[in-house]
Each structure stands twice: as C-alpha cells, then as structure tokens.
C-alpha cells in the first residue's frame, strides 16, 4: 500500500492508525498535497469557501481516534483515487502535446511542380500511335509590325480562346504596330488596342467585335 493508499485509508478508518503513524502521513508533502487536492475538490462540488488547510490537518489529527471522521465528509474512496489519477493523467497530456507541437517536423514537404514531369503531360500514347498534346506556354511579348488587323486579333483571340466579329464598317486590312503582351488579360489588350483611333474594340461574352 502507497501513501496515497494509506491516506485514503486513513482517511476511512481513521480507528486503525496510531498517532505515530498519523503524525508520518502528516509530515510527508506529498500526501499532504494530495489532501489538499481532495479538500479543495470537495469545496468546489459543495459551494462552499475554501477552509484552513493546517486547520483541517489538526482536526483529523486530533479525531483520529474516533469513529466519526469518515470518507463521507470528502470522498468515497473509488473517486478520490479517480480524481489523484485524473489529475496526474491531465498532466502527462499537456506535456505530450507541448512535446508535439514544438517538435513538429516541417521537412519533406514537396510541391506539386516538383514531383510534376513536365514530359508526361506533352504526350500521351494509345495503340503505339504518338500523339502530341499542346501545354501552355510561358507568356511572350509578340510584335507586330505593320500586320493587318484581322491577323492580328484572330491570333489573340486564338491564344485566349476567344471569337473575333468585324462588323461591317470595319476595316479588316488596316495595319497595324503593336506589342502584344502575353501576360496580359484579353481586356488589357483591347484597351490598349483602342488606343488606335481608327478602331474600336470591345468584349461580349468572349467574342471580340471591332466597330
């Protein structure tokens, strides 16, 4: 039997201590302590004020001998146990998850453009027959100079996926200088070709109409 065993024992038959032996569980901190627990414990569950610790050690000292002092004024046994094991339970959690969290390896991480084989996603093969699939390409500035505009919209309406409609007063050969931008969306590109006063553009519904 622990102390703590022969405390909550004592606590229930205080009969079958002598003084001596009272005196011993009284002297040792940690079974002091683990009193303490237990004697706050049963304060808070009955709403009332926290008592005089030292008082209490006296008074169990002093009836010891009686047969009044029983675990009913603070806890059956079972639970008092639960409660010490509870606690010491609650502790060993908090100093793993400490551990846990500061020691968190932040290694072997790997993005996806790294495991990414950029040759598997150009070609794809089926019935031995080679079939090359276009990938995007990185944005280029593209130059025009002096092409008519038809060629020129119908090759940035192809690079946005989008449909060029001319109406019927506009010019399809006028000629033009322009520094096309590839990183550019395809509004930024029509303001800028706007900047030409013999056109004008705008988008509907992915379809560029030039008046």
Not at 91 to 112: F, G, K, L, Q, R
Not at 164 to 193: D, G, H, M
């Amino acid at each position: 039997m622990d102390k703590i065993d022969h405390l909550l024992d004592a606590i229930e038959h205080p009969e079958n201590y002598s003084d001596s032996e009272i005196e011993t569980l009284l002297q040792d901190p940690e079974t002091r302590e683990v009193y303490r627990i237990l004697d706050k414990t049963k304060t808070s569950l009955q709403s009332q004020s926290s008592p005089d610790v030292d008082a209490e050690w006296e008074t169990f000292r002093r009836r010891h001998h009686t047969k009044r002092f029983r675990i009913s004024n603070l806890f059956s046994r079972n639970i008092a146990v639960g409660l010490a094991v509870g606690i010491m339970s609650l502790a060993a959690v908090a100093a793993v998850i400490s551990i846990s969290i500061n020691h968190t390896p932040n290694h072997n991480m790997v993005t996806e453009n790294e495991n990414t084989d950029p040759a598997n996603e150009a070609t794809v093969y089926a019935d031995s027959t080679y079939i090359e699939i276009p990938t995007a390409s990185n944005p280029e500035i593209i130059v025009f100079n002096n092409e008519p505009l038809e060629i020129i919209l119908n090759r940035i309406a192809d690079y946005y996926g989008y449909k060029i409609l001319f109406s019927e007063n506009a010019t399809k050969s006028l000629r033009l200088y322009f520094r096309w931008n590839q990183a550019l969306s395809p509004e930024e590109v029509v303001e800028s070709l706007n900047n030409f006063n013999q056109i004008h553009l705008s988008i509907n519904d992915k379809t560029i109409n030039i008046d």
